[in-house]
């Protein structure tokens, strides 16, 4: 698909600041690093979530905008190849925690490299437990970790490549053993 440029038809910052600024700026219609959806969170405590998700996962800050009050209004974070954005929760935006409505309706789900590894960093550094790792049906290592904002997040290494009836077969069989026993009649 061929990349679509087009001039920019607002003046550039600095030209409205009076500076010179005679390039044109390109523009593409999707910003380099934002194909795909990114997930927008809303926090309690942006500053505290952003040094949870640095420790925890490597997280990166890329831009960060504040609220005349100095709270954070808007950050654009990156984790490995992902752009993660967040906001902390305020009057003038109407985003809620999953944890100031009652629970987290998704997940966010991340392979890496050395799971047991990237689970224990993000414990080191405060995510709660939801699920401890293990080795699941479809061949990944997985388990999922908890924030204080009620995000859960579940780290992953995929440890083999199951067919989808494989798959399928392993999981009937899972469900038959966790299933409880017919009731006598």
Same mark, same amino acid.
């Given at each position: 698909?061929?990349?679509?440029?087009?001039? *920019?038809?607002?003046?550039?910052?600095?030209?409205?600041?009076?500076?010179?600024?005679?390039? #044109?700026?390109?523009?593409?219609?999707?910003?380099?690093?934002?194909?795909?959806?990114?997930?927008?969170?809303?926090?309690?405590?942006?500053? #505290? *979530?952003?040094?949870?998700?640095?420790?925890?996962?490597?997280?990166?800050?890329?831009?960060?905008?504040?609220? %005349?009050?100095?709270?954070?209004?808007?950050? *654009?974070?990156?984790?490995?190849?992902?752009?993660?954005?967040?906001?902390?929760?305020?009057? &003038?935006?109407?985003?809620?925690?999953?944890? *100031?409505?009652?629970?987290? %309706? &998704?997940?966010?789900?991340?392979?890496?490299?050395?799971?047991?590894?990237?689970?224990?960093? #993000?414990?080191?550094?405060?995510?709660?437990?939801?699920?401890?790792?293990?080795?699941?049906?479809?061949?990944?290592?997985?388990?999922?970790?908890?924030?204080?904002?009620?995000?859960?997040?579940?780290?992953?290494?995929?440890?083999?490549?199951?067919?989808?009836?494989? &798959?399928?077969?392993?999981?009937?069989?899972? &469900?038959?053993?966790?299933?409880?026993?017919?009731?006598?009649?």
């Amino acid at each position: 698909m061929a990349e679509v440029v087009q001039e *920019s038809k607002k003046p550039r910052i600095d030209e409205q600041n009076g500076e010179d600024a005679k390039t #044109a700026e390109k523009v593409t219609p999707i910003p380099e690093d934002h194909e795909g959806f990114i997930p927008y969170l809303a926090v309690k405590n942006a500053d #505290a *979530s952003l040094e949870l998700y640095e420790k925890a996962f490597g997280a990166k800050a890329h831009v960060t905008l504040k609220m %005349p009050d100095g709270t954070i209004a808007h950050a *654009s974070l990156q984790v490995g190849t992902t752009q993660i954005m967040l906001c902390q929760e305020n009057e &003038m935006f109407p985003m809620k925690s999953a944890k *100031s409505i009652g629970g987290c %309706p &998704m997940n966010l789900t991340r392979y890496v490299e050395d799971v047991d590894s990237a689970f224990q960093q #993000a414990v080191d550094a405060g995510m709660e437990v939801k699920e401890k790792l293990k080795t699941h049906f479809y061949g990944d290592r997985m388990g999922t970790l908890v924030d204080p904002d009620g995000y859960e997040w579940t780290l992953g290494s995929r440890l083999e490549i199951v067919s989808e009836e494989v &798959m399928q077969a392993r999981m009937d069989e899972q &469900m038959a053993e966790a299933a409880p026993p017919p009731q006598a009649e």
